[in-house]
């Protein structure tokens, strides 16, 4: 029985050595494929985002409210389009015009009261002239008796002074001398008259041509005080427009509204709250946000990229090819912004609209998986230093 028992296990022993080594063999043949394959072969490597969206190359332009009042009109309506310019939405300004028109009719009091004096200086600046006038025509006048007194009263003092040496030579009468003395001092008294006359025109005209230019500077000066007041109540008024205008909220930009607050009559908003957002016509790019490790010298421009979008799945709809534009180079609020070129027309199935959300996956280089597999243990080496170092 022993002997029967032997010869079977001396029997079994080939095949089981055979057995050891095809499994060796084999064992040896999938080691050297992978290692081949793990030095040869390339795998691209992803960095990736899920914090994505959507944008019009352009940026949006807010609408907020410039001041805090109650809505009386509301012409705000998701997806609109605007023009820059266009009324959105109209804010209580009864206040406002009541002072505007106040102050129109101020204004429209002094510019009449402005008429009025500027009439009434032009009427005394005439007067002036042609009481100047008169009074050189009368003063010439006055001259010219003054020539005409003179001759008699020469030609009497030459009748006197013939009188006198008659007189001394007894040749007439006392009386004749007297007639002739007399009528000599009536025709000088005539022409002095006639001087002092031309003396008093002088001073009197002097006199009304002082009174009129007092009068006329003080009604420039009245002129000048309400053109003053009139330049006040139109800088007033100005403002008072500008006032009652930021009672209209008007769309900054042309576009379409993105956002739009839902407001009624009687809604009341405050000052810098936000009414509505304006995308601007333009191409749509992706903005993605990256940690610094991902993206500092990894991600680099035109680097190929595919985003998925939430609302359309990946599975049913595909991909949007997409190649980055731009990366900044300052970290903000933790991450590292990613702007990215969408080609529109990689994915018919999708509608590429401002404001989608998604994820971003940037191919920043093809490594071996060699690499990647050192690069693993050394980041959990490194990883477990550093818990380690914590840990003491």
Same mark, same amino acid.
């Given at each position: 029985m %022993?002997? &029967? ?10 095949? =089981?050595s +055979? ?12 080691? &050297?494929a ?5 030095v040869?072969?390339?795998?691209t490597?992803? /960095?990736?985002?899920?914090?994505a $969206?959507l944008?019009?190359? *352009?940026?949006? *332009? ?24 266009d009324?959105?939405l109209?804010?209580d ?9 106040e102050?129109r009719?101020?204004s429209?009091?002094?510019?009449a009261?402005?008429?009025a004096?500027?009439?009434? %200086?032009s ?6 002239? /042609?009481?100047a +006038?008169a ?8 001259? #010219?008796r003054? $020539? ?8 009497a ?6 009188? /006198?040496?008659? =007189?001394?030579?007894l ?10 003395? &007399?009528?000599?001092l =009536? ?12 003396v ?7 006199a ?7 009068s006329?500077?003080?009604i420039?000066?009245?002129? @000048? ?9 139109q ?6 427009r500008?006032e009652?205008?930021? *009672? ?8 379409r509204?993105?956002?739009? @607050?839902a407001?009624r009559p009687?809604?009341?908003?405050q000052?810098?709250? =936000?009414?509505?957002?304006i ?9 993605a ?10 991600? $680099?421009r ?5 985003? $998925?979008?939430?609302?359309?799945p990946?599975?049913?709809y ?14 903000r ?5 990613? #702007?990215?070129?969408?080609?529109a ?5 999708i509608a590429?609209e401002?404001?989608?959300t998604g994820?971003?996956?940037i191919a ?14 050394g980041?959990?080496?490194t990883?477990?230093a ?7």
């Amino acid at each position: 029985m %022993a002997t &029967a028992f032997a010869r079977t296990l001396q029997h079994l022993e080939p095949r =089981r050595s +055979r057995r050891a080594v095809a499994a060796v063999a084999t064992a040896v043949s999938v080691a &050297a494929a992978w290692g081949v394959w793990a030095v040869t072969a390339h795998i691209t490597v992803y /960095e990736v985002s899920d914090r994505a $969206r959507l944008e019009v190359d *352009h940026a949006p *332009h807010p609408v907020d409210a410039p001041i805090s009042g109650t809505v009386v009109e509301s012409r705000m309506q998701l997806g609109q389009e605007v023009s820059a310019g266009d009324a959105l939405l109209r804010l209580d300004a009864d206040a406002e015009q009541l002072s505007v028109r106040e102050q129109r009719e101020k204004s429209m009091a002094l510019d009449a009261e402005l008429t009025a004096l500027r009439a009434q %200086a032009s009427s005394v600046e005439r007067a002036r002239d /042609e009481g100047a +006038r008169a009074a050189r025509a009368l003063l010439d006048e006055t001259r #010219e008796r003054i $020539r005409e007194a003179e001759a008699p009263a020469g030609y009497a003092q030459q009748e006197l002074e013939r009188l /006198e040496r008659l =007189r001394v030579q007894l040749l007439i009468s006392e009386h004749d001398f007297e007639l002739g003395r &007399a009528d000599a001092l =009536r025709t000088q008294a005539s022409a002095e008259s006639v001087r002092l006359s031309l003396v008093r025109i002088e001073q009197e005209q002097v006199a009304r041509d002082r009174d009129r230019a007092a009068s006329l500077d003080q009604i420039r000066g009245q002129i @000048a005080r309400l053109e003053g007041e009139r330049r006040g109540s139109q800088e007033a008024l100005l403002r008072l427009r500008v006032e009652a205008d930021r *009672h209209v909220v008007r769309a900054s930009a042309s576009g379409r509204l993105g956002d739009a @607050a839902a407001l009624r009559p009687g809604a009341v908003v405050q000052a810098g709250q =936000r009414l509505a957002l304006i995308v601007p016509d333009g191409a749509i790019v992706a903005i993605a946000q990256f940690s610094p490790s991902a993206a500092s010298g990894r991600i $680099r421009r035109g680097q190929r990229a595919r985003v $998925r979008l939430d609302g359309f799945p990946w599975a049913q709809y595909g991909t949007v090819e997409a190649t980055v534009a731009q990366v900044a180079n300052e970290v903000r609020d933790g991450t590292v912004r990613v #702007e990215l070129a969408v080609a529109a027309g990689s994915n018919a199935r999708i509608a590429l609209e401002h404001g989608l959300t998604g994820s971003v996956e940037i191919a920043v280089e093809r490594v071996t998986p060699l690499t990647l597999l050192l690069r693993t243990a050394g980041a959990l080496q490194t990883a477990t230093a550093v818990l380690d170092k914590g840990g003491n």
